[in-house]
């Protein structure tokens, strides 16, 4: 997440919590078992929001080795308060506040597509982790339609094509975020995807958190006419199946090295 995604988390973090939570935290736990990160090792969390994923690498290697960032002061605040020892601190990926070679390792979980500049986000990670190091980064399959937040952008479109959706977001399409990686200079380029499945028991327990202002979505369903909002959220009841449901979400994974090695 960069300077340019700031306006779309300047959020409490437990809004985002009840919002995307609900699947990063299962994607967290993944990632963080794909990527191998073990006791002993330095890690950096970019774009660590409200600490899904840094509450991940504490458990593994201790809150005195793991670095936190996140350009929104409230997310900042809040993985401050929920991991006690974690320096966590306010930048943005493009402009890592850390000397080379600083950690060995670096992480961004669904952050890419919200940098500025995705190809500078991803080379300052390289830059700051050893060499050989792990770098590495997710994005959910926006593109594929497989995202969580597929089924609210489809019905957005249905009831207005002017819609604004993720298609596009960097990294959200298959092979995307290793083209990144490799324009940013990154080694031993690899790609693969993860899944997490979420269960609702209701209709109204998927719906509203889309109310709570957090994300693109979030902005976008709080700019809504009433009757419009309505519109969408009809929609999605009919492109969902009928409760109790479960989501299947997929996300595309990179694992890189840094460069030198």
């Not at 409200?50 to 793991?66: D, H, I, K, Q």
């Not at 609702?200 to 009757?227: C, H, I, K, Q, S």
């Not at 929609?235 to 030198?260: M, T």
Request: charged share 25%; with cysteine.
């Amino acid at each position: 997440m960069s300077a340019s995604g700031v306006s779309f988390f300047d959020v409490p973090g437990d809004a985002y919590s009840r919002f995307m939570g609900r699947y990063s935290e299962p994607l967290a736990d993944q990632f963080v078992e794909l990527v191998v990160v073990e006791p002993g090792q330095r890690p950096l969390d970019v774009g660590c929001g409200p600490g899904v994923l840094t509450a991940r690498l504490v458990l593994r290697c201790g809150a005195e080795a793991v670095t936190a960032v996140d350009p929104s002061s409230s997310f900042v605040e809040a993985a401050r308060e929920r991991l006690p020892g974690v320096d966590v601190r306010e930048a943005s990926a493009e402009d890592l506040p850390f000397a080379d070679d600083s950690f060995d390792a670096a992480l961004a979980q669904l952050v890419v597509h919200f940098m500025a500049d995705p190809v500078a986000g991803l080379r300052e990670m390289g830059r700051v982790t050893t060499r050989g190091g792990t770098v590495s980064a997710s994005v959910w399959d926006h593109y594929g339609g497989t995202g969580p937040l597929s089924p609210f952008w489809r019905a957005a479109a249905d009831v207005d094509p002017a819609a604004p959706n993720e298609d596009l977001f960097a990294g959200s399409r298959e092979g995307h975020l290793a083209e990144l990686a490799e324009d940013a200079g990154l080694d031993d380029v690899r790609s693969t995807a993860l899944s997490v499945r979420i269960g609702f028991a209701r209709f109204e327990e998927w719906w509203a958190p889309y109310l709570l202002g957090v994300g693109t979505a979030g902005v976008y369903a709080a700019g809504l006419a009433p009757d419009h909002l309505r519109a969408v959220e009809q929609r999605c009841r009919e492109l969902l199946p009928e409760a109790p449901f479960e989501q299947v979400s997929k996300a595309w994974v990179v694992l890189a090295r840094a460069p030198g090695s």
